[in-house]
């Protein structure tokens, strides 16, 4: 466990880095660090654990993979325990495998490893600000699971039952490229309210309760992995 | 050596099956024995008489202008003219005391009619009587006897004997007698021939009727037709009375009485149809006899349309029973089944009859002439009613099993199909994979490959400056774009372009210089639903082409790309996509290549004309100071095959 403890405001925003990989780990926190973050880092599932003893941190990024278990469990015990704290996933491809089921555990958004610092600090900011990022592709795998027959489709089981059609419209611009300035012009919305319906996309796609048979399935089909 | 080895299994699997059917054949022939003795033995049982004191039998006979005395039964030579019938005298006693018992004269059996007179008033004459005018039926006769006319006394008792056709005339023995004596024997008779031949006519109406449907029904089987025209002709004939007089009808019904060869000739023909299946080639000849006999019925006179029956019908009905006989026998042996067993008994029982009534016609054989073919021939429509409810049981046995089997037969098909999809589909899965497997496999060696070997070169140098980060960053973004390509973007190459559009911000971010996204139409670019995971690539593959050499030989500060559907004069829509940016540019030397260029940027721009080449896109390079263009038109119709892939 490595703690950064440089002289920053009290009121820094506290991260929580869960990495495993050590060079991955140093430059996540160094982008971090710089844009004034205040980075407490983890290598293993029981080094995040003794992390979370006391107050939650503002912001959890985490793995997947982890030596001693899988980030979706630390995903979900931090949303219970820590509603307010905003959790992104860290992931070499952004695929949708990974980054779908951390959302349906209670993730808002990911984090590519290999972004360029100043992404990376700006993702995290805009995170904190209640902007969550996506990516077309994931935006693509969304859509298409409202649209499709749930047994036919691959991938992580997914619920998007709640999504209404505004938001689907907002999915399918993503997914063909379109800007956020782009798609508040067609859907005749403010520019600014996109990334909050963003947000309340992946809320809706949280899966809550434990005993939910999609859940039991998300963790059998994670196990796999 | 095989061969030698089965050759003797064979023969003696033959020899076997022979062997088997000699017995088979010895049985068959010992049955029909059987039942020819049982018919002889039947036929030899003498018919049940009154008392002999009854009996009148000593009579003068006047024929031919001669008198003999003779003793009934009696022949007497056949003639062609009525006018002189030949006359039996004779006289019986009506004893004293018997005033209250009517008495009768009783003539069990004669051929062809009688006129009977006692004290030469005529009180019987058979020729009123159509069923009694049929030679082939054994009519018998009763005449009660007025009472008026009776003395005591002798009594004198005149019988005239018609005889017409070719066959001699015949008198059996005479009774007279008190009637309530004689009546129950001329009952019991009348029974045996006249009761019986109607109600064996009446089944065989039934059975032509029967048959008839089953043919109506069953066009392609003319067995049925044919046995139906036999019954029918056998119904009509039955019923019609022989012609004593000239009336309109009258050669009409001769014919028809005269048919009994033609009846022959369809059920023989009916029997070729139904046991030998094959329609010989001289089969019409079976018709030859009964239509001859038709003419000569319908334009000959009555003596000859009598004399042809006897002489050319008779023996052809008994040729056609042995004929059938014999095809019946043949069918028992191979098939071996009810209907022709019960079919064989009856012909045989017909034929034993047949030869019974010629030895009696010809007087070989010294008998009381009773007729017995056409009584036999009920035999034989029993054994064909029989056969046919037979069959028809064992049709509906059949229909019931094959409902069953094909039950059966539908799951076993079903199950195999099943099997067989399953396989195929499988199949059709490996190869899928493989195929995905071959295209994943170039995909990741035309770009990851290359950019994780040129990493390993770069920090195998060890030098602090090499490129190092930069490959890495291509690597991972040429993996993320293979992952990418991979998904199911149903035609929409939006799609693809959407994720591009994101790599290529990052890309652009760190150099400043800004992307200029326009969707010029609303839809952006036709669906094709053709579109395949390494049409995506190569098109995405391209864009980064021009992405790249923007970025690291134009000095570009701003790129613009440019999305939009160009619909051409036919109004198909074709997608277009441009790229331009505001860089230094190039000069294409006039044989296409690009003299200005470094040798790396003049490769990108190869790659970029052979992945359009590819796709069947169109690629249109513009460069000068200005900046470069780019401009890929898609082709209406993405091709199936990677020809140009090599």
Redesign the interface.
């Given at each position: 466990m490595t703690v950064l403890s440089d002289e920053r405001p009290s009121q820094a925003i506290t991260v929580l880095l869960v990495e495993d990989d050590a060079p991955t780990s140093w430059r996540l926190q160094d982008a971090l660090a710089k844009a004034g973050f205040q980075v407490t880092a983890a290598a293993t599932l029981a080094e995040a654990r003794a992390c979370l003893t006391g107050s939650g941190p503002r912001v959890l990024l985490t793995d997947l993979q982890l030596p001693d278990g899988h980030g979706v469990e630390l995903i979900r015990e931090t949303r219970e325990r820590f509603p307010d704290t905003e959790i992104m996933v860290i992931s070499i491809l952004g695929d949708e495998e990974s980054v779908i089921s951390a959302i349906t555990v209670g993730a808002t958004g990911y984090l590519l490893k290999d972004a360029f610092p100043t992404d990376i600090a700006a993702t995290v900011h805009e995170l904190v600000a209640g902007h969550s990022p996506i990516s077309a592709s994931i935006a693509r795998f969304i859509v298409r699971r409202t649209q499709n027959n749930p047994e036919r489709a691959s991938g992580p089981p997914l619920n998007t039952a709640k999504l209404t059609p505004r938001e689907i419209d907002i999915l399918w611009g993503i997914a063909k490229g379109f800007s956020y300035a782009e798609i508040a012009g067609h859907l005749g919305m403010s520019r600014q309210t996109v990334p909050g319906h963003i947000k309340s996309i992946y809320r809706k796609l949280e899966v809550h309760t434990r005993g939910e048979a999609v859940f039991e399935a998300l963790q059998q089909g994670l196990i796999r992995l | 050596m095989t061969e030698a080895a089965a050759k003797p299994g064979l023969a003696g699997a033959r020899r076997w099956r022979s062997r088997a059917s000699a017995s088979r054949l010895v049985q068959y022939i010992l049955l029909q024995a059987l039942i020819v003795i049982v018919c002889i033995f039947a036929l030899r049982q003498p018919a049940s008489e009154p008392p002999s004191r009854y009996l009148v039998t000593t009579f003068s006979l006047k024929d031919n202008g001669a008198e003999r005395s003779v003793t009934l039964p009696d022949f007497v030579a056949s003639r062609s003219s009525m006018n002189d019938p030949a006359l039996y005298t004779g006289s019986f006693a009506w004893p004293d005391g018997e005033p209250q018992r009517a008495w009768s004269v009783y003539l069990p059996r004669f051929t062809n009619g009688v006129e009977v007179a006692v004290n030469d008033v005529v009180i019987l004459d058979s020729r009123r009587d159509p069923a009694a005018n049929r030679p082939d039926r054994n009519t018998p006769e009763i005449a009660v006897i007025p009472a008026s006319l009776l003395r005591d006394g002798p009594n004198h008792l005149a019988v005239r004997l018609f005889v017409w056709g070719p066959i001699s005339g015949f008198l059996d023995r005479i009774y007279v007698g008190p009637d309530e004596m004689l009546r129950p024997y001329y009952d019991q008779r009348s029974l045996l021939f006249v009761t019986l031949p109607v109600v064996f006519s009446a089944w065989q109406a039934i059975l032509a009727v029967i048959l008839a449907i089953m043919w109506t029904m069953r066009r392609h089987e003319p067995a049925y037709g044919v046995l139906a025209a036999a019954m029918a002709l056998g119904v009509v004939q039955a019923f019609l009375p022989t012609p004593l007089d000239q009336s309109p009808y009258s050669q009409l019904s001769a014919v028809l009485i005269a048919s009994a060869p033609l009846e022959s000739g369809f059920v023989l023909a009916f029997a070729v149809l139904f046991f030998g299946q094959k329609w010989p080639r001289y089969g019409p000849l079976i018709f030859v006899p009964g239509l001859l006999l038709v003419v000569i019925g319908l334009f000959g006179d009555r003596t000859l349309v009598r004399e042809s029956f006897v002489f050319l019908g008779v023996p052809t009905v008994g040729l056609y029973l042995l004929l059938l006989a014999l095809i019946v026998a043949r069918s028992v042996l191979k098939r071996q089944d009810v209907a022709s067993l019960l079919l064989g008994c009856a012909v045989t029982i017909v034929l034993t009859c047949w030869v019974h009534d010629l030895l009696s016609v010809l007087q070989v054989m010294h008998d009381r002439r009773i007729f017995v073919t056409r009584l036999s021939y009920s035999a034989m429509l029993v054994a064909i009613g029989a056969g046919l409810t037979w069959r028809f049981a064992r049709a509906l046995n059949q229909v019931d099993s094959f409902a069953g089997r094909m039950v059966v037969l539908v799951r076993e098909a079903e199950d195999k199909l099943k099997a067989s999809f399953a396989r195929e589909e499988e199949r059709a899965r490996a190869a899928a994979l493989a195929r995905e497997r071959t295209r994943l496999m170039r995909d990741l060696h035309d770009g990851l490959g290359g950019q994780l070997v040129s990493i390993v070169a770069l920090s195998e140098r060890g030098d602090a400056s090499a490129p190092i980060g930069e490959a890495?960053?291509a690597a991972?973004k040429d993996?993320?774009l293979v992952?990418?390509s991979m998904?199911?973007?149903?035609g929409?190459l939006?799609?693809a372009?959407?994720?591009?559009?994101?790599r290529a911000m990052?890309q652009l971010?760190?150099h400043d210089i800004a992307l200029d996204?326009r969707?010029v139409t609303p839809q952006?670019l036709p669906v094709h639903p053709e579109l395949r995971p390494w049409h995506v690539i190569q098109i995405v593959r391209l864009l980064d082409e021009a992405l790249t050499n923007a970025v690291k030989h134009a000095d570009a500060r701003r790129i613009a790309v440019s999305i939009e559907t160009l619909t051409d004069a036919s109004g198909l829509g074709q997608g277009c996509i441009t790229v331009e940016d505001d860089g230094k540019g190039f000069a294409l030397a006039p044989d296409g290549g690009t003299p200005t260029l470094g040798q790396k940027a003049a490769r990108g721009l190869r790659n970029m004309r052979s992945r359009a080449a590819r796709c069947g896109a169109e690629l249109e390079l513009v460069s000068g100071a200005g900046g470069t263009r780019v401009r890929l038109k898609l082709p209406h119709h993405f091709p199936d095959t990677d020809a140009a892939a090599g």
């Open positions: - | 890495a960053r991972l993996l993320r992952i990418d998904d199911d973007i149903g929409d939006m799609l372009l959407g994720s591009w559009r994101e990052a971010r760190p996204w969707v952006g």
